[in-house]
């Protein structure tokens, strides 16, 4: 079965870092493109980037190319999202989620995680 | 960025009655070289992630039920719920797969009248 479990709720400050995880299970992590979903309090969803775990080759959204970066550990098949330095603005419930189909970079998402809800306020 | 826009916001169907949910690109999703529509469908229930209903336009995810169905070509979409049933209250949300960022329409809320 495939499975994809966040890490759990965060509450940060302005201006601090965070790195929150998506670890993947029952599929060959290396060959699937993953990718993470913003949600803001009571808002829809924003596609934020994806990235090819067998060689890090990403795909970031202009609204988030420069704010957040998206890596692997291939080695833990497990997925990241990073932030340098959070904004009240940032605070969201973010979610990642797997391609469909194998290898295909042009897809819809298959199995999502169960969110992560990232807090920022001072 | 391709811009996905759905109609209405917000619906109030009575429960055995037909939900239509329409999403409009703005710009073609349809891939000449294969003749598909790069588009599929999630419904999002309160408290849940998302969940794909419907992919290639009009192609039924394996257990999504019959009721849920997928029509449209290029730039105009629509998604079908052919009797309402209680646990189809949800938002949904179109979504084009066809060029990077993979953008989302703003959703739309259906309700039980």
């Known amino acids: 079965e495939v499975q994809l479990v966040q890490s759990g709720a965060e509450v940060k400050k302005p201006g601090e870092s965070l790195k929150i995880s998506c670890k993947a299970s029952g599929y060959s992590f290396g060959h699937s493109w993953i990718g993470w979903v913003r949600q803001m309090p009571g808002k829809g969803l924003e596609w ?6 067998g060689n890090s080759d990403t795909r970031y959204s ?3 190319q420069g704010q957040v970066t ?8 497990t997925a990241y999202l990073q932030w340098n330095s959070l904004k009240a603005s940032d605070t969201a ?17 298959g199995p999502w995680g169960q969110g992560t809800l990232v807090t920022v306020s001072s | 960025d391709i811009v ?4 209405p916001d917000s619906l109030a169907v009575s429960l055995g009655e037909r939900a239509t949910i329409n999403c409009k690109s703005s710009q073609s999703v349809l891939y000449s070289s294969n003749n ?6 999630y419904q999002q229930r309160p408290g849940q992630p998302p969940k794909v209903l419907i992919y290639w336009a009009s192609t039924r995810e394996s257990g999504v ?5 997928g029509s449209g070509s290029g730039t105009d979409f629509t998604l079908t719920i052919s009797s309402l049933q209680a646990a189809d209250v949800a938002v949904y949300y179109c979504q084009q797969y066809y ?15």
């Open chain 1, 93 to 109: 419930i973010y979610y990642c989620a797997r391609h469909y189909n194998w290898n295909d970079e042009y897809n819809w998402f």
């Open chain 2, 36 to 41: 598909m529509n790069y588009l599929a469908w």
């Open chain 1, 48 to 53: 934020m980037g994806i990235i090819y775990p």
């Open chain 2, 65 to 69: 039920p019959d009721r849920f169905s």
């Open chain 1, 70 to 77: 998206i890596s692997v550990d291939e080695s833990l098949s």
């Open chain 1, 62 to 64: 202009p609204s988030f």
């Open chain 2, 4 to 7: 996905m826009t759905q109609s």
């Open chain 2, 99 to 113: 060029t990077t960022p993979y953008t989302f329409g703003q959703g739309t809320k259906l309700e039980i009248k």
